[in-house]
């Protein structure tokens, strides 16, 4: 089913169900950006799905939550952030080794899941709905962000066919986007009103709002719950649920009594 085997995802997973549907997303969460420790190296194991990924983090995420926030923002200064794939370090994985050492932060991962942005370009009425690249090797490719993916990139041909859903005007267009994304922009993007919406997606809590990010003593906040966000919860979890009759994602199980 869509979703299964994805990232994971820890924090707030606290949902409202009506009968078997999951009618809400959990409560958003806040993020501590870490410029210390480093998730994953390019050349190592971060696209893995090993504990070796995850027992190092758990010092960095329970002093995250010691400062009052939710999970960690991991953040990479390797040399193929730029897109580059062909530049690798041949550092494995780790969680013990300074990175504030460079000049621009990219973002990887939020605790065990995948990120998503939603950046708001007002002159075309665009929603470019953003996630990492899978390229450096250093982001766990997970089922639940690969669907978001696919699901966004079919929202964005409803438009060409000129579909849309109720609530949107005629006019609303959106791009699924897999792109390198640094703190630069997320700041400036903030700043501008740009940036309208963030959240985590993995197996465990599918999509989870993102309201704050905090990066060098700065608290940046992000609004939501916003409608993409929801539409992603509302159209993978009406698929995992049976909601969606015949999706080629769904294998129908018979269970003689």
């Avoid at 708001?120 to 899978?134: A, D, F, G, K």
Wanted: aromatic share 8%; net charge negative; charged share 20%.
């Amino acid at each position: 089913g869509a979703g299964a085997g994805a990232g994971g995802g820890g924090g707030n997973n606290t949902t409202t169900t009506t009968g078997t549907t999951v009618t809400q997303t959990p409560p958003p969460i806040r993020l501590w950006c870490e410029c210390h420790y480093v998730r994953a190296y390019e050349g190592g194991t971060g696209n893995c799905k090993i504990g070796g990924n995850y027992a190092p983090t758990m010092k960095p995420a329970k002093e995250a939550m010691q400062r009052g926030y939710s999970q960690v923002l991991w953040l990479s200064k390797n040399k193929g952030a730029g897109g580059d794939s062909s530049s690798s370090s041949s550092s494995s994985s780790s969680s013990g080794t300074n990175i504030n050492n460079g000049s621009e932060f990219h973002v990887t991962e939020v605790g065990a899941m995948n990120i998503f942005f939603v950046f708001y370009h007002r002159e075309t009425n665009i929603y470019e709905i953003v996630t990492p690249p899978l390229n450096r090797g250093d982001i766990l490719p997970g089922v639940t962000r690969q669907s978001i993916v696919e699901l966004a990139h079919g929202w964005g041909q409803e438009q060409e066919r000129g579909q849309k859903r109720d609530q949107e005007s005629d006019d609303v267009r959106y791009e699924m986007v897999e792109r390198n994304v640094t703190m630069t922009e997320i700041q400036q993007a903030v700043h501008d009103g740009t940036l309208v919406e963030a959240f985590g997606a993995g197996t465990a809590a599918v999509v989870t709002p993102i309201e704050c990010i905090h990066y060098n003593g700065v608290d940046y906040n992000i609004p939501a719950t916003g409608h993409v966000t929801q539409r992603a919860w509302d159209e993978l979890t009406e698929i995992q649920y049976g909601k969606v009759v015949d999706h080629p994602w769904s294998v129908s199980v018979c269970v003689d009594a």
